[in-house]
């Protein structure tokens, strides 16, 4: 008889860690901030200070570290946003003559975007994924702001405001450039969430207070902050099929924000506060509630470190980036945490063959 043994041998072979990535600073800068980040994790968009106490726009990568993005001809200039490929930030920059402008940066430099016909001011806050559509907020005469969206293609288009409204912002935008997050204001009635598509226009997401915040890739959910019965202000979530969701005060505290959620909802991002008024940065994920980013991941912070805003994520949920304090540095900085790493590990199988072969003899 022959007997084959096959062994099967599970071997994890650079298996990856998270990791904490704090982005740093201008030279002479005394700050930066992270508002954006690509769905590889790769690229980072904010804004940092330089030697002159400036606010600039950078694009950060791991290689190259913090680039400051080119100034329209003012001082000061501000990202918002990144498309999903990384390849083009928007914000807003002052030019020669001191007036903010919405910008989309790529790697021809800075562009800017074309206001509505009236508009004196401008700013971009969100690109789709190619970053070839862009939605942002113009500002007009008395004050008056309105939510507007820019395309290659077709040019700036004002979104206008809802019936009864006074000011409208696009604050996010999903992948595909076709749905909007904004937030509407009502004067003194305070303001509400609202979602904007090309088929089907203004939707109000919240008959109480609210301000939206972010929008799924792929458009379906909305996150930001509402009022509760009691005027607390509280994380919620919002889809198209369920409509909103409260999230809860985590922590023992009074306050919490979602500002972005990966795309298939299940993981929002934001801050809250603790029972001693302390601002943390946090994680919300379907089934398992809040966890406070600090504790999840104390061993990457160092001693008086702390993470206070998670601002952006990317649509699988893995990348987080958001501002806090760097101790080591003695600053407040942007920073990237790469949470649970896709596995890297392979299974091997190691075929180990044992032939043993047993002859019988007949014996007479």
Do not use: C, K
């Amino acid at each position: 008889a022959s007997v084959f043994v096959l062994m099967v041998v599970s071997r994890p072979v650079g298996v990856a860690q998270p990791s904490l990535t704090w982005l740093g600073a201008f030279d002479g800068g005394t700050f930066s901030e992270a508002f954006s980040v690509s769905a590889d994790g790769r690229v980072v968009a904010g804004f940092a200070s330089n030697a002159s106490a400036q606010p600039r726009a950078f694009r950060w990568t791991h290689a190259a570290g913090l680039s400051e993005l080119a100034p329209l001809g003012g001082a000061r200039s501000f990202a918002y946003g990144l498309s999903a490929n990384g390849a083009a930030v928007v914000g807003a920059a002052q030019d020669a003559m001191g007036s903010f402008r919405p910008v989309r940066w790529t790697s021809g430099g800075a562009e800017a975007i074309p206001l509505p016909t009236g508009a004196r001011n401008g700013v971009a806050y969100a690109a789709s994924a190619d970053g070839s559509v862009v939605a942002g907020q113009a500002s007009y005469g008395g004050g008056v702001l309105r939510a507007f969206l820019w395309t290659q293609s077709g040019g700036t288009q004002d979104l206008g405001i809802p019936t009864g409204g006074a000011w409208s912002s696009g604050v996010a935008l999903s992948a595909n450039g076709a749905v909007v997050a904004a937030t509407v204001g009502f004067g003194t009635a305070g303001q509400r969430a609202y979602r904007w598509t090309a088929s089907g226009g203004w939707q109000d997401l919240s008959s109480d207070e609210s301000l939206a915040r972010g929008v799924s890739a792929n458009g379906t959910t909305i996150v930001g902050q509402a009022a509760d019965a009691n005027g607390n202000y509280i994380a919620f979530r919002w889809h198209d099929s369920v409509g909103l969701e409260l999230l809860g005060l985590p922590f023992g505290g009074d306050w919490s924000d979602a500002l972005a959620v990966s795309e298939n909802g299940s993981v929002v991002v934001g801050y809250a506060h603790t029972a001693t008024g302390e601002e943390v940065a946090a994680r919300w994920i379907e089934g398992v509630g809040w966890q406070n980013l600090n504790a999840e991941f104390a061993s990457l912070l160092s001693p008086n470190s702390i993470l206070t805003q998670a601002r952006a994520i990317t649509p699988d949920g893995r990348y987080i980036a958001g501002v806090g304090f760097n101790a080591d540095t003695g600053r407040f900085e942007g920073w990237l945490l790469d949470t649970v790493p896709e596995p890297s590990a392979m299974t091997i199988l190691g075929v180990g063959l044992a032939l043993s072969l047993m002859r019988r003899r007949a014996r007479r």
